[in-house]
């Protein structure tokens, strides 16, 4: 799919609120909808989606919860919490090779990450605060090793 063929389906969708040339050469769109975005157009056919939050992680515990969802993408899918480039808050952002996709699968791309972040503005926030997932792995007792 190209570049303006997925920004004429996210207008259509979505609507458009802004749109601005950034001094580095990309164009910036933002747009709205019950769940705001943002997308950076970038050199190669590339689209960074980024939706802002309204966590923020500032402690070790929160900022290990952020990590533990990135690395297990249980919690992120294709996307990546991040520090958020509009605020002093969290982000969902995704990249987005745009050559390689059909249509519908840019859409699931974009469905999936405003999941993601309706997960992490929901049910998501209150995990922040808690311990971190890798200390609700079972015991030694109940774990079997298998070597191969």
Request: hydrophobic share 50%; no cysteine; charged share 30%.
């Given at each position: 799919m190209k570049l303006n063929d997925t920004?004429?389906?996210?207008m259509y969708?979505?609507?458009?609120?802004?749109?601005?040339a950034l001094e580095t050469g990309e164009m910036s769109y933002h747009f709205g909808g019950d769940q705001p975005f943002g997308a950076l157009a970038f050199p190669g056919n590339i689209l960074r989606l980024h939706v802002p939050l309204s966590l923020k992680a500032t402690d070790a515990a929160a900022l290990t919860r952020v990590l533990e969802g990135n690395c297990l993408g249980i919690e992120s899918g294709t996307g990546q919490l991040a520090l958020s480039p509009e605020s002093d808050g969290l982000a969902m952002v995704d990249f987005i090779?745009?050559?390689a996709l059909?249509?519908?699968?840019?859409?699931?791309?974009?469905?999936?990450?405003l999941l993601y972040a309706d997960y992490w503005e929901t049910m998501g926030a209150g995990l922040l605060g808690q311990q971190s997932a890798s200390t609700f792995a079972p015991e030694d007792a109940l774990m079997t090793t298998i070597r191969v």
């Open positions: 920004l004429n389906m996210l969708a979505f609507g458009v609120d802004q749109v601005q090779a745009l050559d059909e249509k519908d699968d840019v859409q699931m791309r974009i469905v999936d990450l």
